[in-house]
Structure formats: structure tokens, C-alpha cells
């Protein structure tokens, strides 16, 4: 099986034998398979024989030095490509030369400025305009790259690699819903290449679809059972879907495929930090981090198996430096940042932590979104759009379910005690958790009719029993399941036209602890708000006035309103009165939810294992001098 770095070999050679004739071409094919697979001394022996056989043609002499084995020769190369094209300044091959030379040396910009020049003097050739795409996505130059891998498409749209290179720079340039729909083009075109397979299903986990990167990653392990990447992605889509047992053996197994492979490591040590096993987690963590030390996974994921203390400034010694390396990728930058910040909060150095955590939230943009801005306006559409469709249906509803599941939906802002409220639930006998199910995010618009843009009850019933079987499969034998997808608080009004039995609990919790709390934490999907402090101002106050609404359209007492703060300082009454709205009876394993061992995969992951505590509450009081805009939320 080839690696990554022999399979970007492999394109390299592709983009040379292009521009050869056939006679040339099963000549060079052979010394660049032979130096890909490791036969180092034979790719010597076959590039010499090829310049002794044309000593008169500078491209055998190029072509010799570009095989060569380490940077020193390639850049004798690119010396030697850039005095001869000084007498051939129109030559195309010699430049299309020159960008692969350039790229072998880790110099994407200038490869993609010699890739410019062919792909100027071929306007009409499909292979140059992709190979300058692909130069500018290497230099992650996203906008550009899809301006000009779209026209290679153009030019040829039964190529699979272009629509795979384009889905990949529309992904970095935050479009990524049209990404998903170019590599859905190439696995089309080129259904057994697990690459491709791969780059979906990578795209489906950042878009919050676990259901469809598991399907993804299995056909990509039915291609190749000895594929680790595509078990450790489908060990990440069962985590973001809440089967965390399932995950762990898919993670074990990619780890046992190839020991080499550092992420799959530090995706089975975030496994098992989501079980509870937080020792065993952070050895899986420090060995990732030892067979990769440029990475952000395996650092961050350690920050969250504990409290970091003074013993600990070695490690944090390490992600400060390796985090000043502008060359990292913005996700490992990210995920970097916000490590340090929380463990920098923990020795209590609060202007550094929340350093970081600005640093955080700029790569976090960086890397989810692109260049793409926030569109206030966009954003308000999507809360106006519910409230108009579904405000009035809740009255007209007909039981569905009498004698099925209970759901209890815990709602509110992320970072409000959620998690907290789903484990006090789920410590119930009669309870089940299911974490937090993406059902009505995304199928919300399905309960209206395409033509008419109307509601349509026959849709409203087809979309509950959707979510009762799904929630069925997380039951395990219980009446009640617990979703705890706090934004479900947008469709209240959908959900209690679906499903009238459901109890719905909202958390609120202080509203600068809320926001800071979410600036400061790292979250795997995309949410386009969530990143500049203005614009999670925004959303809060529009988060308010969305729970106004329904508590004025929905009938009195139908919404179970839980302040955070009272539940943590003063536990039993606040539990007796949630479990009798729920129609339970009271347990006292519920004041336990640290003895609580389901997976849990939220953010709050090594909170909820903890006795409830108190010293959240004013937490943003530790942050005040540089929380800026989201001071402004004291008045609500």
C-alpha cells in the first residue's frame, strides 16, 4: 500500500510523464516506480542509463537530477531549469518542469508561479490549468485554486482528479457543501480510489454527518481491509454520532493496521478520553505525539485528560513552540491553541490563556471556513424562516406515539450545562442517552412541501417516526432517550407538533459564562458564529429572543426552564422537579452523574465525570479585561 508521501510522488510523475511522448514515457514510469517503492539503487541506475541515451537533450539531463533522492539535487535541477529557460523563455514543458522541481523543494508559491506560465500559454490544455490548481492548493491559495481547477473540470469533466482537487480547494475556501458535491463527482468517476473515498468522508465529519463519512469509510475498508485511514475515519463518525464503543474498536483496529499511523493513536486516545479512561488516553496521546511531534490532535486531547500544573511546563513548553510554526496546517494550529489555553487557564495565567484562545478562534475560522465572512443577514433568514414556518402547527397536533419512546430534548446555547443535564438524566434506570442527534438540523425544511413551501402534516408525521426509529437504536430497552443537541431549541415548535409526548428541557446558564465559554472551546463541525466575539453576541441575543417566541406560542408549562446555576449550588430540588416533569420517579443516582459510565463525546467530556462543582459560575470574571464585545451581554 503507498503512503502519502509515495502517492504524491506518483502524482508528480504523472504531471512529468504528461508532457513526454510515448516513447519516453515507460522509460521514466519505470525509474519513478522503482525510486516510489524504495529500489533507490535501481532509480539511479535506470535515470542514468536514460541521460546516456540522449546526452544532447537537456531535458534528460533535467529529468536525471529531478529523481534525484534529496533536496540538494532538485534544486541543482531548478538552477539548471531556470538558466536554460533564460534561452527558451516560451517553453512550457521547461516551466511545467521547473513547478515540479519548485514543489519538490517545498516552495508551493513559486511552483505555482512556473505553473502559471504554462497554463497561460495552454489556455485549452485541461492537465496544465490542473497542475496550477493544484500548486495554488498546495500553497493553500484556495480562491484561486478554485477559479482555476473549476476550468480544468471544464475542460475535462470526466477527469477524476480535477473534481477530487476541486472538491479539496472549495473545502478550504469554506464552500463546503460544493466540495462535497466535486469529490461526489469524483468517487463517481473513479469509485474504487480510496483516496477519494477518503477525502469524502473527511468532508461529510466537517459537515456534521456521521450517518454518511461511516458509509464513506467502509466502502474505503471493503476496497482495502488494511486501510487504517479509513477506519479511524469511521472511527470518527461513530464519536461524532455517539457510539463510542463502536469507535474504540475501529480506532484499536486502525492502530493495529499500521503501527506508523500517529492520528489513528490520538483518535483511539480521544476514544477512549470519551469512555472515561483518562490515564489510558493520555499514554495514547504522548505516544502519538512521540511517533509526530507537528501535530495539534494529540496535545489537545491530552490537555482535556486533566487539570495541568506546575509539573507540566515541559509539555506546555512544546506546544508554545511547536504553535509559533506559521507553516502548520490552521487546523493543528487550532487545535495547538486551544490546548494551550486551557492549560494556561488551569496554572491560572488568564490574559496568556485567553491569548490563546483568540489565536484559536482565528485559526479555527481559518481552517472551517476559509475567506468566506459571516453573513449577519444570512444568519437572521435561517431564524426568521422557522419561526414563520413552524410557530402556529403546534397547536394542530394528534398524538403519534403514545406507546413508544419519550424523548426529552435538553436545549439552549451550547456550553450551558447541557451535558451536565443529559448525564443527570441518563443516570436514571429508565433513562437513555443518546447525545447529540443532528436529526432536526438537518431535516427541518423536509416538513414542508417543495412546491408550495407549505407545511405538510403527512411530513410532519413521516419526519417523527424518522426520529423514533433513530432514537430506538440508542434505547437500549429504555422508554426515555435523551437528546441533548442543544440547538434543537430553533424548532421547538416542529418538534412539539412531531412529537407531543417529548419533554423539553431548556438550559440557561450566565450569559457572558455562556459566550465565554463557547470562544474558548473547540468544536469539530462548523459553526460560522461561534469564532469572533460580535458575532457570538449576535447570535445569543437572537437565541433569546427565538426562546421568547416560543414561550409565548407554546402552551404554559410545555417548556421546562432549569437555571444552571441553581442546579449545580442547590442539586436535589432542582433534579426532583426535572424528573417530575419528565413523569419520573426519583433516584438518587441522579445527584451522582460522575458515576455515570456512558460515552460521552461533547466538549464537557472530563467536566461531567467530576461531582458537580460550582466554580464555573463567574468563570468569565477571570477573563474580564479582554472579553470585549461579550462584556456587553452583563445587560441581558
Known amino acids: 500500500m503507498y503512503t502519502a508521501s509515495m502517492l504524491r510522488e506518483l502524482i508528480t510523475s504523472t504531471q512529468v510523464l504528461a508532457f513526454m511522448g510515448s516513447e519516453w514515457q515507460h522509460r521514466v514510469r519505470r525509474v519513478y516506480r522503482a525510486r516510489v517503492i524504495g529500489r533507490l539503487d535501481e532509480a539511479t541506475r535506470l535515470s542514468a542509463r536514460l541521460r546516456r541515451s540522449r546526452p544532447w537533450s ?95 473540470a471544464e475542460l475535462d469533466n470526466d477527469n477524476a482528479d480535477f473534481h477530487a482537487s476541486l472538491g479539496l480547494a472549495l473545502q478550504g475556501s469554506g464552500r463546503l457543501h460544493l466540495a462535497i458535491a466535486a469529490l461526489v463527482r469524483a468517487v463517481e468517476l473513479k469509485p474504487k480510489d480510496l483516496s477519494f473515498r477518503e477525502y469524502l468522508a473527511s468532508a461529510y465529519l466537517l459537515d456534521a454527518k456521521p450517518d454518511q463519512a461511516a458509509e464513506q469509510a467502509q466502502i474505503a475498508i471493503s476496497l482495502d481491509a488494511h486501510n487504517s485511514v479509513g477506519r479511524r475515519l469511521l472511527a470518527q463518525a461513530l464519536i461524532l454520532d455517539g457510539r463510542t464503543h463502536e469507535a474504540e474498536l475501529e480506532a484499536l483496529s486502525a492502530t493495529e493496521i ?72 490552521p487546523s493543528e494550529l487550532e487545535l495547538l491553541h486551544y490546548a494551550l489555553g486551557k492549560s494556561l487557564e488551569d496554572l491560572g495565567d488568564f490574559k496568556e490563556a485567553f491569548r490563546h484562545y483568540d489565536l484559536a478562534n482565528e485559526a479555527a475560522y481559518t481552517s472551517k471556513f476559509g475567506d468566506l465572512p459571516f453573513d449577519p443577514a444570512k444568519h437572521r433568514e435561517n431564524y426568521d424562516f422557522i419561526r414563520s414556518k413552524f410557530s402556529a402547527i403546534s397547536c394542530q397536533r394528534e398524538p403519534a406515539f403514545e406507546d413508544s419512546l419519550t424523548p426529552i430534548f435538553v436545549v439552549g446555547m451550547m456550553r450551558s450545562g447541557t451535558s451536565l443535564m443529559e448525564q443527570i438524566l441518563s443516570s436514571h434506570l429508565e433513562v437513555s442517552g443518546a447525545g447529540e442527534q443532528r436529526y432536526w438540523p438537518q431535516n427541518f425544511r423536509r416538513a414542508c412541501d417543495p412546491e408550495t413551501g407549505r407545511v405538510d402534516f403527512s411530513r410532519v408525521k413521516e419526519l417523527a417516526e424518522g426520529y423514533i426509529n433513530r432514537l430506538s437504536s440508542f434505547s437500549e430497552g429504555k422508554r426515555f432517550v435523551v437528546d441533548k443537541m442543544p440547538n434543537n431549541y430553533m424548532y421547538i415548535g416542529l418538534i412539539r407538533a412531531a412529537l407531543p409526548q ?135
Open 58 to 152: 537537456v531535458r534528460a539531463q533535467l529529468l536525471h537530477l529531478l529523481i534525484g533522492f534529496d533536496r540538494v539535487t532538485v534544486s541543482a535541477a531548478a538552477r539548471q531549469l531556470e538558466i536554460v529557460l533564460r534561452q527558451k523563455p516560451d517553453s512550457a514543458e521547461l516551466y511545467r518542469l521547473l513547478s515540479v522541481a519548485l514543489r519538490r523543494q517545498g516552495k508551493a508559491i513559486d511552483a505555482a508561479n512556473a505553473a502559471a506560465k504554462v497554463a497561460a500559454q495552454l489556455p485549452s490544455d485541461g492537465l496544465a490549468q490542473y497542475t496550477y490548481g493544484t500548486c495554488l492548493l498546495e500553497a493553500r491559495l484556495f480562491t484561486g485554486a478554485v477559479s482555476v481547477l473549476q476550468k480544468a
Open 502 to 636: 417529548a419533554r423539553i428541557i431548556h438550559v440557561r446558564r450566565h450569559p457572558i459564562d455562556t459566550c465565554v465559554s463557547i470562544y474558548a472551546t473547540q468544536n469539530p463541525v462548523r459553526i460560522r458564529w461561534a469564532h469572533k466575539k460580535a458575532h457570538i453576541v449576535l447570535n445569543y441575543q437572537r437565541y433569546l429572543s427565538h426562546m421568547e417566541h416560543w414561550r409565548q406560542s407554546e402552551p404554559s408549562g410545555s417548556i421546562l426552564e432549569v437555571q444552571y446555576e441553581n442546579l449545580v449550588t442547590t442539586p436535589e430540588p432542582v433534579i426532583r422537579t426535572i424528573l417530575e416533569y419528565c413523569g419520573l420517579s426519583w433516584k438518587a443516582s441522579c445527584l451522582r452523574p460522575e458515576d455515570n459510565q456512558r460515552g460521552v463525546t461533547t466538549p464537557s467530556l472530563w467536566q461531567v465525570r467530576q461531582p458537580m462543582y460550582q466554580t464555573s459560575i463567574g468563570r468569565w470574571q477571570r477573563f474580564e479585561p479582554w472579553i470585549g464585545e461579550l462584556a456587553s451581554l452583563s445587560e441581558t
Open 258 to 329: 499500521d503501527r506508523s499511523d500517529s492520528c489513528a493513536v490520538a483518535i483511539h486516545g480521544a476514544v477512549l478520553q470519551a469512555l472515561g479512561q483518562m490515564e489510558a488516553a493520555e499514554t495514547r496521546c504522548k505516544q502519538s505525539a512521540d511517533m509526530e511531534p507537528r501535530q495539534g490532535l494529540a496535545y489537545f486531547v491530552r490537555s482535556r485528560c486533566r487539570r495541568m500544573s506546575v509539573q507540566d511546563q515541559d509539555l506546555l513548553g512544546t506546544m508554545v513552540d511547536l504553535a509559533a510554526d506559521q507553516t502548520l496546517d
